[in-house]
T-cell receptor, first 110, second 117 residues
Framework: GEDVEQSLFLSVREGDSSVINCTYT??????LYWYKQEPGAGLQLLTY?????DMKQDQRLTVLLNKKDKHLSLRIADTQTGDSAIYFC??????????FGAGTRLFVKA | GAVVSQHPSRVICKSGTSVKIECRSL??????MFWYRQFPKKSLMLMAT?????????EQGVEKDKFLINHASLTLSTLTVTSAHPEDSSFYIC?????????????FGSGTQLSVL
C-alpha cells in the first residue's frame, strides 16, 4: 500500500544544517512535498518537487529526490530557532491522494 | 500563496452534541477540498474528499453518517461531527488544492481542535 516514513525526531544546533529524510512507496507519485507545522496550527507548504526532478533549491531549503530509492530529503541551511517545528513529508500518489508521513520534530538548540 | 480559512479553531462540546467545522478558500475557488484528522504525534489521516455539487468520497473506515460533509459552494466546505463522543476528540484540518501547473499545491486551514467531554 501507499506509505510515507520519516524519522520522528531531529536535534541540531543553531547555525548548523538540518537534514530531514523521508522514504515513500508509491513509484507513480507525481509530486513530493515538505510541510511545516507549528504547535496548534495548520500545515504550511514549504516547498515541493516534481517527481522527474532530482533537486530543488529555494533560499535556505534544498530538496533532494532519489526516485530510484524513493528517498526524499529536506536540507535547511543555517538552521534558526524559528525553524523548530514538525516537518511533514508527503507524496501525491498516482491515485491523486496526498499521503503524509508521521512528521519529524525538529528541535534547534541555541 | 492561497489562503484557506478554517473555523472554529477550538471547540469543546458535550458528548452527544453535533459540531460543525467550516473551511473556506478565501482568494480562490476550490471544487475539491480534503478533510484530515490528526492524532497527537501522528500523521494526518485523510478522512474524505469533498466535492462541490456532489457527494463526498470517504476513505475506508470513515463513517459517512458520523462525519457529514457538505460542499455548498466553490469556496465553502463543512464537516459536521454528529453525536460526538470522546473518541472523536482530535485535531481536524481541511485543505484545498490551488496553484501550480496542475493545482498540485495543497493549502491547509489552521485546524480545529475538537474536545468532546
Amino acid at each position: 500500500g501507499e506509505d510515507v516514513e520519516q524519522s520522528l525526531f531531529l536535534s541540531v544546533r543553531e547555525g548548523d544544517s538540518s537534514v530531514i529524510n523521508c522514504t515513500y512507496t508509491d513509484s507513480s507519485s507525481t509530486y513530493l512535498y515538505w510541510y511545516k507545522q507549528e504547535p496548534g496550527a495548520g500545515l504550511q507548504l514549504l516547498t515541493y518537487i516534481f517527481s522527474n526532478m532530482d533537486m530543488k533549491q529555494d533560499q535556505r531549503l534544498t530538496v533532494l529526490l532519489n526516485k530510484k530509492d524513493k528517498h526524499l530529503s529536506l536540507r535547511i541551511a543555517d538552521t534558526q530557532t524559528g525553524d523548530s517545528a514538525i516537518y511533514f513529508c508527503a507524496e501525491k500518489t498516482g491515485g491523486f491522494k496526498t499521503i503524509f508521513g508521521a512528521g519529524t520534530r525538529l528541535f534547534v538548540k541555541a | 500563496g492561497a489562503v484557506v480559512s478554517q473555523h472554529p479553531s477550538r471547540v469543546i462540546c458535550k458528548s452527544g452534541t453535533s459540531v460543525k467545522i467550516e473551511c473556506r478558500s478565501l482568494d480562490f475557488q476550490a471544487t475539491t477540498m480534503f478533510w484530515y484528522r490528526q492524532f497527537p504525534k501522528k500523521s494526518l489521516m485523510l478522512m474524505a474528499t469533498s466535492n462541490e455539487g456532489s457527494k463526498a468520497t470517504y476513505e475506508q473506515g470513515v463513517e459517512k453518517d458520523k462525519f457529514l460533509i457538505n460542499h455548498a459552494s466553490l469556496t465553502l466546505s463543512t464537516l459536521t461531527v454528529t453525536s460526538a463522543h470522546p473518541e472523536d476528540s482530535s485535531f481536524y484540518i481541511c485543505s484545498a488544492p490551488s496553484g501550480g501547473a496542475t493545482n498540485e499545491k495543497l493549502f491547509f486551514g489552521s485546524g480545529t481542535q475538537l474536545s468532546v467531554l
